[in-house]
């Protein structure tokens, strides 16, 4: 956009959205851990998400194109995140050793990322996976074939 003073607003919006959420959720929660956790993340949100309204409207485009091809794509994958967060005290036991909890991270990080591919997939438009699949093509000469008998 060549505007330098849109950047100073985004840093601007990003800190005071934090101060406010941090502040909301530890009034809300009280002062543990947790609450910086929510605080901190739904202040980065919400900024984040203003920044986006914020330019979309600078550059005269629709807010449905917004939500429709950045926003809901995206936020498909939060309720998993936060299903993941609930259920990891429950699941996994306390003494796992740094190599068992890497593993576990490892894992669950394969999991989602080929969930958020899947929902990315069915949001894409047809030359995005067009692209994509070109891309791949090259590497379809690497995957070892069974022999025909």
């Given at each position: 956009?060549?505007?330098?003073?849109?950047?100073?607003?985004?840093?601007?919006?990003?800190?005071?959205?934090?101060?406010?959420?941090?502040?909301?959720?530890?009034?809300?929660?009280?002062?543990?851990?947790?609450?910086?956790?929510?605080?901190?993340?739904?202040?980065?949100?919400?900024?984040?998400?203003?920044?986006?309204?914020?330019?979309?409207?600078?550059?005269?485009?629709?807010?449905?194109?917004?939500?429709?091809?950045?926003?809901?794509?995206?936020?498909?994958a939060y309720p998993v995140a936060v299903v993941t967060q609930q259920l990891w005290s429950f699941v996994l036991p306390y003494q796992l050793t740094r190599g068992e909890m890497l593993f576990v991270?490892?894992?669950?990080?394969?999991?989602?990322?080929?969930?958020?591919?899947?929902?990315?997939?069915?949001?894409?438009?047809?030359?995005?996976?067009?692209?994509?699949?070109?891309?791949?093509?090259?590497?379809?000469?690497?995957?070892?074939?069974?022999?025909?008998?």
């Amino acid at each position: 956009m060549g505007h330098v003073g849109n950047e100073f607003f985004y840093h601007i919006l990003r800190l005071s959205c934090i101060a406010i959420a941090v502040l909301v959720s530890m009034q809300w929660l009280g002062v543990t851990l947790y609450a910086l956790i929510i605080g901190l993340a739904s202040g980065n949100a919400t900024a984040s998400i203003s920044y986006l309204v914020h330019n979309q409207r600078r550059l005269a485009l629709p807010l449905t194109s917004l939500l429709r091809d950045i926003l809901l794509p995206g936020a498909l994958a939060y309720p998993v995140a936060v299903v993941t967060q609930q259920l990891w005290s429950f699941v996994l036991p306390y003494q796992l050793t740094r190599g068992e909890m890497l593993f576990v991270i490892l894992l669950i990080g394969a999991l989602y990322t080929a969930l958020w591919f899947i929902t990315a997939w069915q949001f894409m438009h047809t030359h995005e996976r067009d692209w994509i699949l070109s891309k791949l093509a090259r590497f379809s000469s690497l995957i070892p074939r069974g022999k025909k008998v």
